[in-house]
């Protein structure tokens, strides 16, 4: 009886064992992940939170204040490096040098890899597509009111349509760089069997771009009220100055009625690109640039000009100051959009030592961003009319020495020889290259005032000359109109540069874009020649129809649609110069097959003499593919991992 | 247990024996039977008895196995002898001879033990004349090998076992062999190998290693779903159980075993002599560059040949510097054992200490060689409560002390290949600075190409080595309750069981080292002396890490964890009507286990697992068996939706041997039986082991990177915030690998002597968990994606045979071989989508372990040849005697489009081995050969390519690339060395069947000889063994350079060949 007894004891310690583990609530046992985990969801419980959310969002934007990771200011023909130091190259300027291809992209935004250089991977973490998966989620989870619930309805509002605006400006710069492309409009789930995305007919991205920009728009304020915490935030007139960016540009030869890419089709058979020219596309972008410069000058927005002027400058300097300060001011009023969150950074890659200065270290004062022999023949005489159309300047002979008297001074140094090529050009010229024996003036001026100031010295062997091993210009030019003249180049320290918030976009663009758009709708507009005006005005020229009318060996240029048409595209192309504008306008004009297909030259920077130095030195033969180089290659990376995504055409 | 009841019974049978004999004379009868029992040798049986089943009389027979009976026309005589079957025969049938005696010749045959055998099978035991599924059961003694390390006894032992061992370097599973049950069967990062029991405990390969065969009492291979799927969600990749030993009632009875064991290496990389390496070093820097500055010097080289100052003109050969010919090592266990009827115990110690063979300098007077003590101590107690109540407790602490180099062993080997030979001395004599007392460390700055020194000392391997010691402790403590209740007065067949564990593990390391001091020798021009200088002392010039005379002390990492384990099962096992077998089982437990080194909150949370298994059997008649069992399980690892997974199996058996019209091929085909199983077993431990809850988002809130700024700037801050990045999207469908597999099996005996089990197997693998790495960019995800995406095949055959000959009295001889052969593919990967053109480069329909890589044709002829070729890694400075490879897709360019696979899988497909054991009277002898086929394995030339410097690094020189290389002498273009080079000519180094090597060798594995005492009773000393054995004796292989079993790790601490004398006493 007693054993019996045991046994049904442990029996019944057996049996509750099994009990206890069958039945305890197995659920429980295995629900070990405490609440407070960071998941997704905990992302948009706070506002608090979901402000970083937000923030991240932004961190996609490019980093267009760094050279190296902006897409088109060194991947043109604006801006050369050296030739010989070719293990510093970064991808960018792989691409000017022709050797974009398919299998490692160079600056492949698409994979968001190779931009930077050599091991730099500063940038990759930020791909494009991911930045636009972020605003997705981000989207998502702050329409849905349940979400967030300490944030202010309006506020909610607002950043969505931040978000809207980043998801559009997102698709826009991919568009812009690869043509037609996936809509992204919804986050992807992670478990979908087939994760293929496919390209969409450029109308389609054009018009989804666009219809974002407006929903956008309508959420986001006109103006910045907390300037100290909000500055870079997006608001509407930067919504509608992008939305008139893309419209031009879809309105622009390249997107519309295209024949070099009737073929080009995806793997449906459906075409990419609309063949047949539709002129209600520029109607279109005239009405949305308008909108845009309404919008803008209602909030304040105007042409720098250099105003509070402690230095005593001369008329002539100042005008070179509304030149150059127009850009690298920081926040100054014709700045629609400035990247708060990429400084300009490479001041010392455009300023070389400079003559009166004492610091000669070219590791700080680089001076390797060569503008080539072209650009700076595109700028105007000082009658405002191209080097080759002025009748009263005779440039055949460019190379030709000259000496330079005293009324050059705030030009050129008093009594320097140099080439005819430096004489009588336009203010912006001077404001923006730096060249053998030319000013540049910078607030740390040696003398205190603009005269008997800095002139830069770029002979062999000289200050800016060629002799460092690595550090030199190619071309023995210089790109001045990036740096900051607050910045301070002199004594033995550091210089220290005065980077800007790198301006997007500027007044002056949409001027430009809209002048551009008026005359397609109507040829020879004279509203779209007072638009060219205002920057002709600013940059110290005369009017166009004056300029020509007395000036030009074509003086009836602007009358015609198609002459009107160049002189737009030719101001744009000196306003925006070295503002990373050019590769895109060359591209949508179809005329980089033209402009890119040439060589690049430079003075013999090799040359000690004056004699020596001022000969035509070719640096490279640069090719352009027709149409192939219009676009990024896409990449085998991607077009294998998507049986889909069809490769850009010629790649 | 069968087997212990026969032992037991055998007294009793006797003295019944003895009895019915002498009742027996009484009988009245009319013929006279004669006849003699022997058995299948012809050997007499004494002993045997002989009963007369109608008139009940017995006899036994006599020395000479011979009987004599009396008995009626129709009897029927029934010879029987424990130990062997028993055999009828009726008298009618037997004609007499001409004095009308019925003579008879009895065979009687070897009782074939193995189908009453009982194998351990998941969560319990099975006949193995019942099983359905297909488990190999293992001979414990097999798996005693001389390294100690019972993972090194699998390979070709075990039938279904793909194992083999890469490095024989003593330390924490340093040396253990890699084993996968049938192959490799998923490409997952997850759990590839099979899950090991060691008494129902979830153990390690480690823990496995460190088990001794002395302490087993069984040991089973789960191979299908069958048989593993009451594991549920842990058992696809196979199942090793392993059970230990218990006590047995009677005297305490003692089992002591020492060995000393004496270990080489079994294969050396050997080195060019050092004229040679100086001479082919000029050779490889002007081949390349004719204007180079040579890095020696004719003076230097006519010196070293003479044999000069072996300080001024260093000369070493690293490996013999660095290592010893042979170590000795030691092993003790002992055992006791013994009870009664009320408590029964086995207590178990053992201590073993492997030493490295890495030599130790006098200068230290710490030990820098590699010495592991490892030791344990099980205690296991069963306890009769009640009569039907039994309670086991057993306690195991398994420890381990460990002492060696910082770095480990396979890192000296390292050293000496990467380590240049002539440029210093390893040390310099004490007697140099009589007043320094640390020891002179021989390097010298090294040169940059332009022949300008660096500001890098070269690695002094020796320096290296001796420099200070990582000590480590490991203890693994652990103790089990099991209670067993039979609940027969419910009903009879019925028990219960209950069985709960906790285990913690713990480990720290500590490194205490110095910096050596490096000197280097200065020559004075004028006369040749030299002194020498100190490079590295922290003054002005110098270089390197400034050394220093005292130790330095870093801690390294240590682990701790915890688990903690309880389950409850009802069994029940009952033969009705002598026919029906019913059985069934079921089990539920639950676990958790937790780390204290998780590193994150969620990798520190306890990894937990519910389950509930059930086993349920039906035989008839012993014929025909049928089988269900299942495993319904759940891990906090996933979604509540997909936490639960279930995962049935079956299996039915068919033993034709027991049909009525089988009965005339008895006495040929003894037993043959026919299996076929089916179903479907789970693999939890996917993935990362720190990357859990897949259902789960995992972000971080506060990255700096992913932050922005905003403001004016101008006199203010701005307002930064950090930014989010996602390391993982939740994916709630994430669940179980899956795994379903079909066996079809067959059990044959032949001539009661042959055995032959032969399984062919097909799995399925799915749910691979994989990160989606290939999906395009677009997706924009800033995580990969993991998903379960990969599905695999896996297929193969394993067989076993043996075949057991008692010769006579004295001589037994058996011989046995196993073979396995396990392919597989992958059948869904994630992977790039290419199209016809590339459609090699996919990894569809290959094997897990296929490598792609270039096919190399030859080496270049000349620089127009290379010109004219395509562009090879876009790499313009290839010349005559670098790798030409093919362009595969002719796209005028090789990249790695142009890889292909080459060559067989990586892991062997087959494994096998075979040997053979003769007992002799006293003596035995025996011995086994394993071998491997069917893999390739590709040697990394960037780690033997000579002079390649790398930091303080270069290369030394190997004895084969010295006698095999393309040279403009002699511009071999099959030579095994392409164009020497000094620095990396990295399209040399691709992978490409220029590298590949086939893995298949020969070895003999094992040879045992032993002699038994056993005339030693008088001195207490029950019996007794004096034994040799030795492990890796032979090898034959193509491959010379190292041991081939090592494959791509063959600079590695090579595998050991171990020479062993033991003793093994029972009192």
Redesign the interface.
Known sequence: MH??K??RL??G???M??IF??TNS??K??????DN???????FKLRK?A???L??L??YLPENGDGWFNPSLTTADEIWYPQSDQATWHAAFRIAQGQQNK?TPYFDD???ERKGGGSDTRRN?F?V??????C?IFIENLSDLNKVRDIDPFERERWIGEAEFLKAYYHYYMLRMYGP??I?DQS?D??AEN???KRAPVDDCVNYIATLLDSASRKLPIKIQD???????ITQPIALAIKAKLLVMAASPLFNGNPDFASFKDKEGTALFNPTYDATKWERAKTAVKEAIDLAEANGNALYTYKNDTYNLSDTLKTQMNIRNAFTT??NPEIIWGH??SYFINEALCVPPLERGSNFDRFSLQGVWAPPMKIVKMFYTSNGVPIDEDKTFNFTNYSQLRTATAADRYYIEPNFVTARLHFDREPRFYADIGFDGGIWYMKDSPSGSDENTYYLKAKNVQNAGYGHYQNYSETGYFVKKLSNWESTTRGQTNPTWKGY?WPMVRLADLYLLYAEALNEVQGGSSEAISYVDKIRTRAGLKGIVESWTNYSSNPTKYTSKEGLRQIIQRERSIEMVFEGERLWDLKRWKLAAEELNQDIKGWNIFGKTTESFYQERFVFNQTFITPRDYFWPIGD??T????Q?VENLGW | MKRKLIRMGKPITLLLVMLLCSMGLLAQQSIVVKGSVSDSSGAALAGSSVRAIKSGQVILSDSTGQFQLFVAGNEVLEFSRVGYTTSQLNVSKITPDENGVLSVQMTLYLENKALDEVIVVGFGNQKKKSMVSSVTAVNVEELRVPTGNITNALAGRVAGMISFQTSGEPGLGTDNSQFYIRGLATFGTGKQDPLILIDGVESTPTDMARIQPDDISDFSVLKDAAASAVYGARGANGVVLINTKSGKSGTTKFDFRAETRMSSNTKNFKFADNITYMQLANEATLTRSPNAVLPYSVNKINHTIAGDDPYLYPNNNWIEQLIKKNTINQSYNLALSGGNTKAKYYVAGWYQMNNGNLKVDPVNDFNNNIKLQSYSLRSNVNLNLTNTTELIVRLYGQFDDYKGPIGGGARTYNNAIWSNPVMFPAVYPAEMLPYIEHPFFGSSRTFSSDGNPTSTLYVNPYAEMVKGYRVYKTSNLMPQLELKQNLKFITQGLSARGMAYVRRTSYFAVDRSYNPFYYQAIVNPLDQTYRISVLNDGTTGSVGTVGSETLGYAESDKTVNSMIWAQGALDYSRRFNQKHDVGGMLITYLSSYESGNGGSVTASLPQRNVGLSGRFTYGFDDRYMAEFNFGYNASERFENNNRWGFFPSGGVAYRVSNEKFFEPLLNTINDLKFRFTYGVVGNDQIGNVNDRFFYLSNLSLNDGTYGSSFGRNEGTATYSRPGVAVYRYANSKISWERSKQINLGMDLRMFKSLDLTVDVFKQYRSNILMSRTYVENAAGFMATPISNYGKAESQGVDLALSYNKQVNKNLNINTRGTFTYATNKRTVVDELQYDQSLAYRSMIGHSINQVWGLVAERLFVDKNEVTNSPLQYGDVGLLAGDIKYRDINKDGIINDDDMVPIGLPTVPEIIYGFGSSVHYKNIDFSFYFQGSARSSFFINPQNIQPFYKNGGYENGLLNVVAESHWSEDNPDLYAFWPRLSTWNVSPNNKTSTWWMRKGNFLRLKSVDAGYSFNHLKRIGISSARLYFAATNLALWSNFKMWDVEMGGNGLGYPIQSVYSLGLQVNF
């Open positions: 054993t019996y045991r046994i442990s029996a310690i057996l049996l064992l099994l583990i069958s197995c659920k046992f295995l629900d070990i992940v405490p985990v960071a998941t997704i969801e905990s992302a939170e402000e970083k959310y923030f991240t932004y961190s299998s698409w994979a968001g973490p791909k597509w991911r930045g636009i998966n972020q997705n492309i996936p992204r992807i992670v478990d994760i293929f995305t300037e100290n915490n909000e500055l870079g935030r920081w926040w708060s969150n918030p990376y991607d294998r991992r998507n049986p995504l």
